[in-house]
């Protein structure tokens, strides 16, 4: 499969803003998309960009792509604990791949 | 309200046995997959199917097999279970259609002793 790296742990204060980074590998992907997963719970859409797009806000999440750099980013403002969970981001390069990266665990502290 | 869901929440087996892991979806969906996740591996990609009775190797299939002999459920087997198999598996399900998101099962924690 392609590779798509995240770090493993983030850890911030409640409040706080809350960065989570991504690379990946495949510069044909078409959609990249950051998903939410709390204790035993299955994979939940957060939001999604399009690879032509740089940036897309919704509510207090920001996504930034870096096409060149392959980059995307998931920023959280004024983070809450019910944010602690794990977030992976994946990427979309045919009609039927979808490939993950690690996850990063993100820890609220309040 | 979309769902996919999952036959069980917790499983224990023994080694050797043979294990099935059931995944039906409600919302007409071409492609189903199936994914096992562990601590700082992510989501490695088993098997997905994009058709009935189509299915392709993801990127672990070594020790698994599927099925798919309706549109909405997708079976997955463990023809002899091992303890390197404990894990947890999530079932997903997507349109063909481009752009549109992964629906997930909420997962079977797999303990195999």
């Known amino acids: 499969g392609e590779d798509v790296e995240q770090s493993l742990f983030l850890s911030v204060r409640e409040g706080d803003s809350s960065v989570i980074n991504c690379t990946y590998t495949?510069?044909?992907?078409?959609?990249l998309y950051w998903y939410k997963q709390e204790p035993g719970a299955g994979l939940q859409l957060l939001t999604y960009?399009?690879?032509?797009?740089d940036m897309k806000q919704d509510q207090r999440l920001t996504v930034l792509l870096n096409k060149k750099d392959k980059h995307l980013s998931l920023r959280i403002a004024d983070t809450q604990t019910g944010d602690s969970a794990i977030y992976f981001c994946?990427?979309?390069?045919?009609?039927?791949?979808?490939?993950f990266g690690t996850g990063t665990r993100l820890t609220v502290i309040p | 309200d979309v769902k996919v869901t999952q036959s069980s929440r917790y499983l224990v087996k023994r080694t050797g046995e043979k294990v099935f892991l059931e995944c039906v979806q409600d919302?007409?969906?071409?492609?189903m997959f199936w994914y096992r996740q562990d601590p700082g591996l992510g989501l490695r990609l088993i098997y997905f199917?994009?058709?009935?009775?189509?299915?392709e190797k993801g990127d672990i299939p070594e020790g698994y097999s599927v099925s798919r002999e309706k549109k909405e459920r997708f079976s997955l087997i463990l023809e002899s279970a091992s303890t390197n198999q404990t894990s947890m598996y999530l079932c997903?399900?997507?349109?063909?259609?481009?752009?549109?998101?992964?629906?997930f099962g909420q997962g079977t924690r797999l303990t195999v002793v």
């Open positions: 997903a399900s997507s349109s063909r259609e481009w752009g549109t998101e992964a629906f």
């Open positions: 495949d510069s044909s992907s078409t959609y």
């Open positions: 960009i399009f690879s032509n797009m």
């Open positions: 994946a990427e979309r390069t045919g009609a039927n791949n979808l490939f």
């Open positions: 919302m007409d969906h071409e492609n």
């Open positions: 199917s994009y058709d009935v009775k189509m299915k």
